[in-house]
């Protein structure tokens, strides 16, 4: 079959020839792949920037952005048939640590994360557990859920958290408006009625923003879009999709009394003034991907036509261009690879 495959660290992953994977587990699952997203993480991974957190020998195939419809089962794999279109959980978990007990299965103690610890779906198929996947309805497009298996619950869980705290005169912002943004915004949108304030620098993500929801939109002036928006009280949450270069001091920056800075995207660094962090009670939250239970809701959130994915399919075999492109800032929305 063919794979998008990381070989050398600081190149671009190449299309091989590789073997199907087989069952190996009598939990396991094999899932010919309709779509898989192509995620920052993937771009990180390739730059080596998770070599020392996902120690996987090279090569290996990338992907965790997958859905497609089983095809082969293990004796124990429960809750699915052959032939259910299903979207994967990116981790492979036991199901029987202290996290997965307590319903945090991206914290499990055993967990593999599909695409940077073992072999994932940037093919024609890929091996996961039963208790990854979250079956969908027969009509649903699989190229359009499969971004929801990160940068959708990603997103979700983080907005989850919080939404509690965001009322009808609370201003939200979502730094950010590409493949997690622009879902961000809408599933903020299903979950409350706050102001919400997008914020990017092209004004490409802007339009899609405004087009999934936002209330106002802003590059270079969201200073001042959010101290108009807000009455000078300040954003009550900023939600950072980027996580790189200023957009974390940004974040931060639009942040009013007891404020949250929600971090979502990573590589950069935040540095906050104690002063400030405390003057103003702000508060701080890192997001690593989300639950089970958390792409199961989105799932929901999505068959209802609450939300809907904007991607750009690319076929496997194109997938350098695919990088190149998410490298260079010019998709629109989320790549997603076609087998």
Do not use: W
């Amino acid at each position: 079959m063919l794979a998008v495959r990381l070989e050398q660290y600081g190149q671009i992953p190449v299309v091989a020839d590789v073997p199907e994977p087989v069952l190996q587990g009598a939990d396991d699952v094999i899932v010919a792949v309709e779509g898989a997203g192509v995620c920052r993480t993937d771009l990180h991974a390739v730059h080596g920037e998770l070599a020392d957190v996902f120690p996987t020998p090279l090569p290996f195939t990338l992907g965790h952005e997958v859905a497609g419809v089983v095809v082969q089962k293990g004796a124990d794999a429960r809750g699915v048939d052959i032939g259910t279109k299903v979207v994967l959980h990116p981790l492979m978990t036991c199901g029987l640590c202290r996290a997965c007990r307590r319903g945090e299965d991206q914290h499990c103690a055993e967990g593999k994360f599909v695409g940077l610890a073992v072999d994932g779906g940037m093919a024609q198929f890929v091996r996961t557990n039963a208790r990854a996947l979250v079956p969908l309805a027969s009509t649903t497009d699989t190229r359009e859920v499969a971004p929801l298996a990160d940068a959708g619950i990603t997103a979700y869980h983080a907005l989850r958290r919080e939404v509690a705290h965001l009322s009808s005169e609370s201003v939200a912002v979502i730094l950010g408006c590409g493949g997690l943004g622009h879902l961000a915004i809408q599933m903020l949108r299903a979950m409350s009625d706050c102001v919400i304030v997008a914020v990017d620098p092209k004004e490409a993500a802007r339009d899609l923003a405004k087009s999934v929801g936002a209330d106002h939109v802003a590059g270079e002036d969201a200073g001042e879009v959010v101290a108009e928006v807000s009455r000078g009280a300040g954003a009550t949450a900023v939600f950072d999709f980027v996580g790189e270069g200023d957009a974390p001091a940004l974040g931060v920056s639009l942040l009013g009394a007891q404020g949250l800075y929600s971090a979502v995207g990573y590589g950069g660094t935040s540095s906050i003034p104690t002063m400030e962090l405390v003057l103003k009670e702000l508060r701080v939250q890192g997001n690593m991907v989300g639950t089970y239970q958390d792409l199961a809701e989105l799932i929901a959130l999505y068959e209802r036509g609450l939300l809907r994915s904007h991607v750009v399919p690319y076929p496997l075999a194109e997938a350098h261009r695919a990088f190149d492109d998410l490298e260079k800032g010019l998709v629109r929305g989320r790549a997603v690879l076609v087998p």
